[in-house]
């Protein structure tokens, strides 16, 4: 089992910067692909941005260029350096992980996200 813990949402005013973090914990050796999906009320789940193990990353059109996900896999964490944020970017925010060996996804609990003025 692993358990994926996220931090860092909030409320930040459009153009602002936020950072979200991802903690995982319990068993990450086989940890391949890790990512950050989100929901806004009214919309289904999409996939913002993931990251392989190796550092390849991917992200969803609308927030290329202003979005950088990165890993590091000594200590289980994923982060999320958010900048130049507007109010469409408002959404609960889910970090995940793919175990290799099982193929089980796993889930954080999310976190809120607000951009507004």
């Known amino acids: 089992q692993v358990q994926l813990v996220e931090s860092g949402g909030g409320l930040v005013q459009p153009g602002g910067s936020l950072r979200l973090s991802c903690a995982a914990s319990?068993?990450?050796?086989?940890?391949?692909?890790m990512g950050w999906y989100r929901q806004a009320p009214g919309k289904q789940r999409e996939l913002v941005a993931q990251?392989?193990?190796?550092?390849?990353?991917d992200y969803t059109d609308s927030v290329k260029g202003r979005f950088t996900i990165s890993r590091d896999n000594a200590r289980n964490t994923m982060a999320l350096q958010m900048s130049n944020l507007k109010p469409e970017d408002t959404a609960g925010y889910y970090c995940?992980?793919?175990?290799?060996?099982?193929?089980?996804?796993?889930w954080g609990q999310g976190t809120q996200e607000t951009v507004s003025s």
């Open positions: 995940t992980a793919e175990d290799a060996l099982t193929e089980t996804a796993y």
């Open positions: 990251i392989s193990k190796f550092g390849i990353t």
């Open positions: 319990g068993a990450t050796l086989s940890l391949a692909a």
